[in-house]
């Protein structure tokens, strides 16, 4: 017997936190708890750990957001969850499920395609201020960039002390504009940024895909990873920019807006890591294993 109502398993990102908000706005009269999973590749972990004291039977619904969790069917075959993703990766690995649903779909961001989603099966309406919201968090994800506010509100996410309580509650209606702190802490964080650039220590070399081989820049970074990959691909206009975090244990690729779908980042990353990595054609991620550092022996510094 059902006691208790909705739950999202939500990416805790930017793209993962608005899928939530238009999950919220969907249907507004319903209590709707969120777990954040930081990666698909932790989503297993998190959980059967919340299963100790928690049974997925016992909710309504449960909405699986933003997350690849393709080698995870086993646990969340349920009637009652919904499974909404964009991640190629995902898409390409999606197994058949008896009993949940699953909408998984390669798409710019997982927000854009929630709320096209929702608007058939729910007639989901937002206002203008909550359509920016969503077109700004696809914008990002996406990284097409087309709009400075983007990048700066994703920005304003990663910075805000409890970010997630304190970004919900504030854009709950949509995109507000920032405030004087927020507009200090984006100045302060490009600043931030920009000594970060000074201070890279870049390496090159060469990967090869498909029988293709693509001129690569790497280098090491702990925080800010996405503006530091575009920087890199704007200063050296490499095919392929690996940035790696040893703090996360994580590797990131970006690709040359000039590489076409030949180059799937996705498929590279998870080639690199005996599996342990995905994302999307354009942008990927993956874990630090032996066959990514033996590759990272050939590369050499750049003066």
């Known amino acids: 017997m059902k006691t208790k109502d909705y739950i999202a398993f939500i990416h805790g990102d930017l793209d993962g936190i608005v899928s939530y908000l238009v999950l919220r706005w969907t249907f507004p009269k319903r209590k709707i708890p969120y777990v954040i999973v930081n990666s698909g590749s932790d989503f297993r972990y998190i ?23 393709s080698n995870n069917y086993d646990l969340i075959d349920h009637p009652n969850v919904f499974i909404i993703d964009h991640h190629e990766s995902h898409f390409f690995n999606m197994k058949k ?43 990002y994800d996406s990284y097409k960039l087309t709009s400075p506010l983007s990048k700066q509100l994703n920005i304003v996410f990663w910075q805000t002390n409890y970010k997630y309580e304190s970004f919900i509650k504030q854009f709950y209606n949509g995109f507000v504009n920032f405030d004087f702190y927020q507009k200090n802490m984006i100045d302060i964080y490009f600043r931030k940024l920009n000594s970060i650039q000074k201070g890279l220590k870049i390496y090159k070399g060469k990967i ?16 800010m990873v996405n503006d530091v990959a575009e920087y890199l691909l704007d200063t050296y206009k490499a095919d392929i920019v690996i940035v790696v975090n040893t703090n996360s ?26 599996g342990d990595g995905g994302g999307h054609s354009y942008a990927a991620g993956c874990a630090l294993t032996d066959k990514f550092l033996e590759f990272s022996k050939g590369l050499i510094p750049v003066k």
């Open 47 to 69: 959980l059967t750990d919340w299963m100790v004291n928690n049974n997925l039977e016992d909710y309504e619904q449960v909405f699986i957001l933003d997350l690849d969790i």
């Open 97 to 139: 499920c008896k009993n949940a649903k699953v909408a998984v779909k390669v798409y710019s961001s997982c927000a854009k395609l929630l709320y096209k989603l929702f608007s058939k099966l729910y007639s989901t309406k937002l206002t203008a201020s909550q359509k920016l919201l969503v077109g700004l968090a696809d914008d």
């Open 208 to 223: 090869n895909n498909n029988n293709k081989e693509y001129n690569t820049i790497s280098t090491f970074a702990t925080e």
């Open 249 to 274: 244990n994580k590797a990131s690729f970006r690709k040359n807006k000039n590489i076409g779908e030949e180059l799937n980042l996705a498929e590279l990353a998870e080639n690199m890591s005996d």
